[in-house]
């Protein structure tokens, strides 16, 4: 007979209890979403026509990023239009108290009393500056980016910024183009996931919390395909590679709950996107199902007009709205024009409930309307802002995102009891230039120097002589003499080269990609005594750094590392942390191989030597006569102080059908004397498909922790979706055949072994 048994009544409790929480919690988020819908539509209800445009325009504060167009910032009275319902927000604007101001003014002051959206970009850092994000990028540590965004969020909000212009997702295969150093590079796998990564360190997992902040995906969309790197410049390309490069990114950040968008100031097909509604009415909002708000750039709609689309802001500001630009940052049209257009009937007034509705669900969501005071609290702002915390998890992302390029001689790591040192180059003492891009909040003082992070470690025993030989805007080789004094005396030469702060990021195109001015000679300068030499390299994109190749000095590239750079490039110097970072972009060999970047095609002439035949052999293959096809330093290459070894690839079997899997495996072992961390990468290639497809894609990667000697099997499931792409037809699946699979420490690793797809 059944026998009840008291664990049998404990587990119908558990059920039951577990059921009513589940019903009271559905409830209650049912309840949530009525009232916010209710007051949106109250709201609405309530609105002029001209307080619906106010809600959609967004206006600067006090720091410029963009052209200050005359009509535009001459008409602007802040606090006057913030009273009469004119601005939706503010943004790049500072300080806990002054928000506070504005916020008064917008809650208790208009008639509606709607409160402000802050916004900012926050790219890096607000007062603890991370390492820009294409270094960050080069720590493939997804969790570390995931937190260094929750640190930004949370000093942002501890200010009154609730919303930041970041993560900027752009896929960047051109070093020119100076907006390289805003995004995670060239690939669109390793870019999706850290876009997904930033989406949750900035949002959280409740945007109205009081320590997160909106996120801003941009620019929607193929602005890093500019024409020859220059920015701003025009961008044409095929669906498909729009499809498979440039858009994944952006859906991922979708995927993860991103509240805001931003257009991009580029032309795709003819079109600029802030007038472009196949990208944002059809892919963004309708393919994808995103929700939340979308805003032009700086001034993107009136720039319609230079562009040619529009013959005058009325055009504009209706081409805008109709192609789902729910917001104008600083073209005013929306303000000035969009009611007469609305009344003209030129734009339905659906499409700007729609957008106030979205502007407002996100006030909504973030808190704003139960607290609008609840960002921008001095109090926590004294507390948070630079915190111990925080500058510990800058110093933690910052030593992971250097890349060890060149270490020959073992230089590296540098014995601490080194007893001279001469460290030379215009960023040894330099403070607020290791800042780096987006960095206007982050202040020198901050800022850790190389020289001191140098002190910091061994000068208490080691006699450190500095000198900067140069700087980053001249040729002025004056102070070589005094740079080559120095390094004679020395045992070791430490120098610390590379771009200011403004020769990356926006409109910082740059045609000669080398180590800027006086810099390249002053290296060569020293390199020629012969002396045991470390170049630490800043940089906001990849340098052309070739004339360092088959040369000794050991290099590391560095970025530009925020607040703890000179405590992180000590720490890895001297060995207290053991290099982990991979390039998240090619590093040319020269300039004129831009674009230049893995994932290639493989073109019907795929050049196949060595390199060593005569420019008049092999003539007619896809190469250059002067330089070789691939990078200096390819995509996911850097070196540690030990090393690892990788087996050959294995599979579990090796044929797979559309509904199982193949899983592929590589054990790794660390050969060197030193514990280390490894970025196992995984890339496939589609051997025969019905249009052609890149010579490999990045499809995995897992960064692993082995001790000295320890050996671990790494492996990679493999899926129907791993291996699907758009068709000849331009659907999304795969196709039968085979495939190989390559598991090693960079793109350009060999070990491939082929299954079959049946
Ligand atoms: C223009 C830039 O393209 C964009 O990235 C930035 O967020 C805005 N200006 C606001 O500063």
Redesign the pocket.
């Known amino acids: 007979m059944f026998k009840l048994k008291i664990s049998h009544f404990i587990v119908v409790i558990f059920c039951i209890a577990a059921c009513t929480k589940q019903t009271v919690l559905v409830k209650n988020v049912e309840k949530s979403i009525t009232a916010k819908q209710e007051k949106i539509k109250s709201l609405l209800a309530k609105m002029t026509l001209e307080e619906k445009c106010g809600q959609l325009n967004f206006v600067v504060g006090e720091i410029l990023?963009?052209p200050a167009l005359q009509e535009a910032k001459s008409s602007v009275d802040l606090e006057n239009q913030i009273r009469k319902g004119q601005i939706t927000g503010v943004?790049?604007t500072n300080g806990a108290k002054n928000i506070q101001h504005l916020q008064e003014i917008a809650v208790k002051q208009s008639r509606l009393g709607i409160p402000l959206l802050i916004g900012a970009?926050i790219i890096h850092g607000y007062k603890t500056v991370t390492p820009v994000p294409l270094g960050e990028a080069a720590s493939w540590d997804l969790a570390a980016i995931e937190k260094s965004a929750a640190l930004t969020a949370a000093e942002c909000a501890a200010t009154g910024i609730n919303l930041t212009?970041a993560p900027?997702v752009d896929i960047a295969r051109d070093a020119r183009w100076g907006r390289v150093v805003e995004g995670s590079g060239e690939d669109p796998y390793l870019v999706s996931a850290i876009a997904a990564a930033k989406v949750r360190g900035y949002q959280g997992k409740n945007l109205a919390a009081d320590n997160t902040i909106a996120a801003c995906v941009?620019?929607f969309v193929g602005y890093g395909a500019a024409e020859s790197g220059r920015d701003y410049n025009t961008v044409d390309m095929s669906e498909r590679r729009l499809r498979e490069v440039y858009l994944p990114p952006f859906k991922a950040a979708v995927d993860a709950g991103a509240a805001t968008f931003?257009n991009s100031?580029n032309e795709l097909d003819g079109m600029p996107a802030t007038g472009n509604t196949l990208m944002v009415n059809q892919i963004l909002r309708k393919e994808w199902q995103f929700k939340g708000l979308v805003m032009s750039?700086?001034a993107s709609i009136q720039e319609m007009l230079a562009h040619g689309v529009a013959a005058d802001r009325n055009e504009a500001g209706a081409l805008a709205m109709n192609a789902g630009c729910d917001m104008d940052?600083m073209s005013f049209i929306y303000i000035k024009e969009l009611p007469e257009l609305v009344k003209q009937g030129k734009v339905n007034i659906k499409l700007v409930d729609d957008a106030v509705r979205r502007t407002l669900t996100l006030k909504y969501d973030l808190g704003l309307f139960d607290n609008p005071f609840q960002y921008g609290n001095p109090a926590t702002e004294a507390k948070v802002i630079l915190s111990k915390e925080n500058r510990a998890t800058a110093l933690d992302i910052a030593r992971k995102s250097i890349v060890l390029l060149q270490n020959e001689k073992n230089i590296l790591p540098l014995s601490k009891s080194v007893k001279n040192i001469a460290l030379i180059g215009p960023l040894a003492e330099n403070k607020v230039e290791h800042n780096g891009c987006w960095a206007f909040f982050g202040e020198g003082k901050d800022v850790v120097s190389v020289a001191e992070g140098i002190k910091n470690k061994v000068g208490a025993s080691a006699n450190i002589m500095v000198a900067q030989g140069c700087d980053f805007y001249n040729n002025d080789n004056s102070g070589f003499d005094e740079a080559i004094k120095v390094a004679q005396k020395a045992d070791i030469v430490i120098l610390a080269v590379g771009e200011s702060a403004v020769m990356s990021g926006?409109g910082a195109s740059r045609s000669d990609i080398r180590l800027p001015a006086a810099q390249e000679s002053l290296v060569k300068a020293i390199m020629a005594m012969g002396k045991p030499m470390v170049i630490c390299a800043f940089h906001g994109r990849p340098l052309d750094l070739s004339f360092l190749e088959n040369q000794s000095p050991s290099v590391l590239a560095c970025w530009s590392l925020g607040s703890e750079t000179g405590n992180a490039v000590a720490d890895l110097l001297f060995g207290d942390y053991n290099p982990s970072g991979r390039l998240p972009m090619s590093f040319p060999r020269s300039v004129g191989q831009l674009p230049i970047y893995y994932n290639q095609k493989s073109t019907g002439r795929f050049y196949q030597g060595n390199y060593n035949e005569p420019p008049s052999e092999r003539v007619y293959q896809s190469r250059y006569r002067d330089v070789k096809n691939t990078p200096l330093f390819p995509f996911g290459y850097g070196l540690s102080y030990t090393t690892f070894k990788y087996s050959e690839v294995s599979f579990d079997k090796t044929e797979m059908t559309q509904n199982d899997t193949v899983t592929a495996s590589v054990t790794i072992t660390n050969t060197g004397k030193r514990d280390g961390e490894e970025v196992v990468q995984f890339y496939i290639r589609d051997m025969v498909s019905s249009v052609t497809r890149p010579v490999k894609e990045l499809k995995g990667f897992q960064k692993v922790f082995l001790k000295s000697g320890e050996s671990k099997t790494i492996s990679f499931k493999i899926d129907n979706e791993t291996l699907s792409f758009y068709r000849k037809d331009m659907t999304w699946g795969s196709e039968k055949g085979a495939f190989t699979a390559f598991i090693g420490a960079h793109a350009e690793t060999t070990n491939g072994k082929t299954f079959l797809l049946k």
């Open positions: 990023t963009g943004f790049n970009d212009f900027m941009k620019h931003m100031f750039d700086w940052m926006e």
